[in-house]
């Protein structure tokens, strides 16, 4: 079992920014893929990027390209968040995910095993 907790949620201004924060425990963090997918209300869950074991590579949705970006640290055993520049639209639940498969996060149909209780972002306008 891997235990996912998020924390950085919050009320920001558009245009500002965010950074989230995502533990783990339970299982060698170094060897799950990690995520990051939000649900706006109403919506349903997206991608919103991930990051591979090694934290060699990333991937992000074209809607968060060039304003987000996921990191890792394997020793605090915690993934990261930073978002820029932060849109109405961004305002979300937002998830962290894993798995030791990449493609259970990034692929069309993702179904990460491990799931994180969700944290709110509001951007206000």
């Known amino acids: 079992q891997v235990q996912l907790v998020e924390s950085g949620g919050g009320l920001v201004q558009a245009g500002g920014s965010q950074k989230l924060s995502c533990a783990a425990s339970?299982?060698?963090?170094?060897?799950?893929?990690m995520g990051w997918f939000r649900q706006a209300p109403g919506k349903e869950r997206e991608f919103v990027a991930a990051?591979?074991?090694?934290?060699?590579?990333?991937y992000y949705a074209d809607s968060v390209k060039g304003r987000f970006t996921i990191s890792r640290d394997n020793v605090k055993h915690t993934v990261y968040l930073q978002m820029n520049n932060l849109k109405s639209e961004d305002t979300a639940v937002y998830y962290c995910?894993?798995?030791?498969?990449?493609?259970?996060?990034?692929?069309?149909?993702?179904?990460?095993?491990?799931w994180g209780q969700g944290t709110q972002v509001t951007v206000s306008s």
């Open positions: 339970g299982r060698t963090f170094s060897n799950f893929a």
């Open positions: 990051i591979n074991r090694y934290g060699t590579t990333t």
């Open positions: 995910a894993a798995d030791t498969t990449i493609n259970e996060i990034i692929g069309v149909l993702p179904r990460p095993d491990y």
